[in-house]
């Protein structure tokens, strides 16, 4: 089983709402990631959490906040959004020590930024 | 800064015939390499993944590094129109760590029936 679960699949809200997207495995992997995918471009990297630690931040706004409760679980809260933040929001995890740490991706969830 | 680099396209291929995307990258010190494809509107999936100079072959896919010319393609064979999608080049700079992928701009690949 390779399955990355994300809740929800769309998500609507407005710039002064606070929100939160859920992913979850159960495949025992120590890595978790968040990538954001605008329209026709490819995935960008937003964080990486290494055994439940935040390892990578790759300069992100802070009205993005990642948690990583535990090692099945990865949650991205989302505060005073603006429009251009909408896009498809992808969670990926991964094996740690393995040569290839092949990345699997949840289906995503598509934020709308009204 | 590392970089990947691939033709956008649209690349179009008749059905049954050999599709072939490319790739190079800038990091000399990227270590493992890998081929999604993404269909509109979903998540990226793993096609192949490669990290010895040389070909691997997985059915109607073979993926080629070459580390020398910092450079990656991916073949496929009796092209199907179910293969037409945005296939993506990810590369990777550690081995064994957690780090993450930076993907090209992908290639836009349409087989025609």
């Known amino acids: 089983d390779t399955e990355v679960t994300q809740t929800p699949k769309h998500l609507v809200m407005g710039m002064t709402n606070k929100k939160s997207l859920k992913c979850e495995q159960h495949?025992?992997?120590?890595?978790m990631y968040w990538y954001k995918q605008k329209a026709k471009k490819p995935p960008e990297l937003m964080f990486v959490?290494?055994?439940?630690?935040?390892?990578i931040n790759e300069s992100v706004p802070s009205r993005f906040s990642p948690e990583c409760p535990n090692s099945s679980l990865l949650n991205l809260h989302l505060h005073a959004l603006q429009p251009e933040d909408s896009a498809l929001y992808l969670c990926?995890?991964?094996?740690?020590?393995?040569?290839?740490?092949?990345?699997?991706f949840g289906a995503g969830t598509r934020l709308s930024v009204l | 800064q590392k970089e990947v680099e691939q033709n956008s396209g649209p690349l179009s291929v008749p059905e049954g015939a050999i599709a072939s995307l490319n790739c190079t990258y800038s990091?000399?010190?990227?270590?493992?390499f890998f081929w999604y494809r993404q269909y509109s509107g979903k998540s990226p999936e793993l096609i192949m993944f490669?990290?010895?100079?040389g070909d691997k072959e997985d059915g109607r896919f073979t993926a080629q590094l070459n580390k020398a010319s910092q450079y990656v393609s991916l073949l496929i064979r009796d092209s199907q129109p179910s293969d037409s999608a945005t296939y993506l080049c990810?590369?990777?700079?550690?081995?064994?760590?957690?780090?993450?992928?930076?993907f090209g701009k992908g290639t836009h690949l349409i087989i025609q029936p």
């Open positions: 990926a995890s991964s094996q740690i020590g393995e040569r290839e740490n092949i990345q699997y």
């Open positions: 495949m025992g992997h120590r890595a």
């Open positions: 959490y290494s055994y439940e630690k935040l390892s």
């Open positions: 990091d000399r010190g990227s270590q493992s």
């Open positions: 490669i990290y010895s100079n």
């Open positions: 990810a590369v990777k700079h550690s081995g064994g760590g957690a780090d993450g992928l930076t």
